[in-house]
């Protein structure tokens, strides 16, 4: 693509930066859809993220993603914010208006159309989300959010769990999210359930690591979601899978709320047959 006086530029601030897949996804899509865009990362060093946010501004930076460590220190450089993100309290996706940039949190969009183009539904559903950190703790919210009938949240740290369920279930109305023990798994009643993994464990290298080794847990697993996918199939994946289930890694995550981003950026909606050829890419990429 040629860079000329009109193309506009957005890009992620976050500290590292250098292993982020978020370039090819959008100068991809920038190139597919024919868009004068480029997307560079900008490493930003601690203690200066509002002083980045208020030069993006000055600068017309059309848009931002953000990543690690600065998801919620970002929320207080903005003018505005997305009613799902501040109730996260995390966002990954600045859009510039002419008064300072709205914050979005395109990470939880983008694992519920990931679930949705695999035909995986959270209404009305039984979940067990297993974590309480950043990433499940904002799954938790997706899940009340999109109307899940009944989510047992377990943790190693039962504090953190009870922490974020009495957050959530205040904010909706009604106890949907169950703070356990991850030692008590047992105790969740027999039927069939959705599973999220949301935890660290299992993160390459330590390829062979998982939250719950138990096969009893597994006989409750219709599906299992992981939101890793470094390595390509976790231990949790195969256990979902030796007891009959389905299971997902977390790329199509990252694709959607890449693509979610794009799509606020540029107010266009991307086609799913471009969306699969970025997912190729990315595929590629980590391959
Ligand atoms: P992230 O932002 O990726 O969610 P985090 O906030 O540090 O990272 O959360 C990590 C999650 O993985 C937590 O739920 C953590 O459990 P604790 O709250 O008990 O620390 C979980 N986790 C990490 N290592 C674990 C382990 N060895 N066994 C069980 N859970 C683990």
Request: with cysteine.
């Amino acid at each position: 693509m040629e860079i000329n006086g009109k193309t506009r530029t957005c890009g992620l601030i976050g500290n590292p930066v250098e292993h982020t897949l978020s370039p090819l996804i959008h100068n991809t899509l920038a190139k597919r859809l024919g868009q004068e865009l480029v997307y560079v990362p900008f490493h930003v060093e601690q203690g200066r993220l509002a002083e980045a946010v208020k030069g993006a501004q000055a600068l017309n930076i059309l848009g931002l993603n953000v990543t690690v460590p600065y998801k919620s220190e970002v929320i207080a450089c903005l003018a505005q914010i997305d009613d799902l993100a501040k109730n996260i309290g995390a966002v990954n996706t600045l859009v510039r208006t002419a008064d300072g940039y709205k914050g979005y949190n395109t990470d939880m969009e983008g694992l519920y159309r990931a679930m949705q183009s695999e035909g995986i539904r959270i209404a009305g559903e039984q979940i067990i989300l297993l974590g309480a950190g950043g990433a499940a703790r904002a799954v938790a919210w997706l899940c009340a959010a999109k109307g899940a009938e009944k989510v047992y949240l377990l943790n190693r740290t039962l504090d953190r769990a009870q922490t974020v369920a009495a957050e959530v279930n205040a904010s909706v109305g009604r106890e949907t999210i169950m703070p356990m023990k991850l030692a008590d798994h047992a105790a969740i009643p027999e039927g069939k359930y959705l599973a999220i993994q949301g935890t660290s464990v299992g993160l390459s290298p330590n390829n062979e690591d998982v939250v719950i080794a138990d096969d009893a847990f597994y006989e409750k697993v219709h599906t299992g979601f992981d939101l890793i996918y470094n390595p390509w199939e976790t231990k949790f994946m195969r256990l979902v899978k030796a007891h009959g289930g389905r299971a997902y890694n977390g790329l199509k995550m990252l694709l959607y709320q890449g693509i979610i981003a794009y799509e606020l950026w540029n107010e266009i909606a991307v086609p799913e047959s471009e969306a699969q050829i970025v997912y190729e890419s990315l595929r590629n990429a980590i391959s």
